[in-house]
């Protein structure tokens, strides 16, 4: 017969569970706020032409669509095509009623490509003329739906987060100079890793892999950084944090399933300054618009890992004053391991 657990190992095992059902919970919550309902909001979309006709259809789609849409006029296709090369628009309408065209550019957002084709297929269709599409610039055969930068993203995320962990639990007794050292070799080699698989594996990088690899490097970096320095003062919490900040948050808020118009104001604020929105973005914009935007989002991610050194920076004067231990004991040590086995 098993012998009867006493009150403090019981409390022992509810303590440990609290981080799963808290990742439980706010995994549900961020996910499905983020993704179950997309709908658009003030998605940018042209009508291409001058004069009367194009004004009132340009008027018509407004006034139909509402606050999904925010509807302008362009003078020509070129203009219309330099605004979608800036991924300033989804979608630019030639309101020909011979041959009804519409423009997207399917490397910004296969979703948001996908709603201006399904609003002008219906406006073609007042006219009894089908849309002939045009993508200025496309994915390629190896990424049909432009998500492969968010999948870039997601492994790059959890070889670094999780290397956190791994760093806090086997090089406990290490100082924090020497973690850092650590973090930012592991932030090579998980980027690297990431390259490798960007490129000659699944050939989603079909040109800039060097480019790929310095954005990775700088969004690895980033959050082995941020948690290196969290960790001095969060211990077995980190995981957790670790997981809100760069999970919960930072994939539902990339723009690589859903694009800001698409999601709720909340996900949509934090993709303009979110390291993966800067990562996701920033690839898109090597690989599909020949680098146009990608020093934008790469100094996003130089930002955020500011904001890493910063934390160690923080860290480090704690340790200094002697605000909080230098390192963790045999037992906590212990704890961090089980939470990264957890992970």
């Known amino acids: 017969m098993a012998a009867p657990q006493n009150p403090a190992q019981v409390r022992h095992v509810l303590l440990h569970l609290i981080t799963p059902l808290l990742m439980c919970v706010g995994m549900g919550l961020a996910y499905m706020s983020a993704f179950m309902t997309p709908h658009p909001h003030h998605v940018k979309v042209a009508v291409i032409g001058e004069g009367p006709q194009t004004a009132a259809v340009a008027h018509a789609v407004q006034t139909k669509a509402g606050d999904a849409l925010t509807v302008s006029t362009l003078p020509t296709v070129d203009a219309a095509v330099a605004r979608l090369h800036s991924r300033d628009l989804a979608g630019a309408f030639v309101p020909d009623p011979a041959r009804p065209q519409l423009y997207i550019a399917e490397g910004d957002s296969d979703s948001s490509a996908t709603v201006a084709s399904k609003v002008f297929t219906t406006v073609a269709a007042v006219e009894g003329r089908p849309l002939t599409v045009t993508d200025v ?7 049909p739906t432009n998500a492969g930068a968010f999948f870039l993203m997601v492994a790059v995320s959890i070889g670094s987060y999780s290397a956190v962990a791994a760093i806090g639990a086997g090089a406990a007794t290490w100082s924090l100079k020497r973690k850092t050292g650590l973090a930012f070799g592991v932030a090579t080699v998980v980027s690297a890793v990431g390259a490798v698989l960007a490129g000659p594996v699944f050939h989603l990088a079909h040109h800039s892999l060097l480019g790929v690899w310095g954005l990775s490097w700088l969004y690895a970096a980033s959050i082995l950084l941020v948690g290196v320095g969290l960790h001095t003062f969060l211990k077995r919490w980190t995981t957790l944090v670790m997981m809100v900040l760069f999970v919960m948050l930072n994939f539902t808020s ?42 934008r989002h ?46």
């Open 137 to 143: 610039a496309p994915t390629t055969a190896d990424d």
């Open 298 to 343: 790469a100094w996003t991610l130089v930002a955020w890992v500011g904001v890493g050194a910063l934390t160690v920076g923080a860290a480090a004067l704690a340790e200094r004053r002697n605000r909080v231990p230098a390192v963790e004991t045999p037992v906590e040590a212990e704890e961090e391991m089980e939470e990264l086995v957890a992970v």
């Open 254 to 295: 990339s723009g690589g399933l859903f694009q800001p118009e698409l999601q709720n104001g909340f996900f949509g604020g934090l993709h303009g300054f979110w390291n993966g929105a800067g990562l996701v973005e920033g690839v898109r914009s090597l690989l599909y618009f020949g680098g146009d935007g990608v020093a």
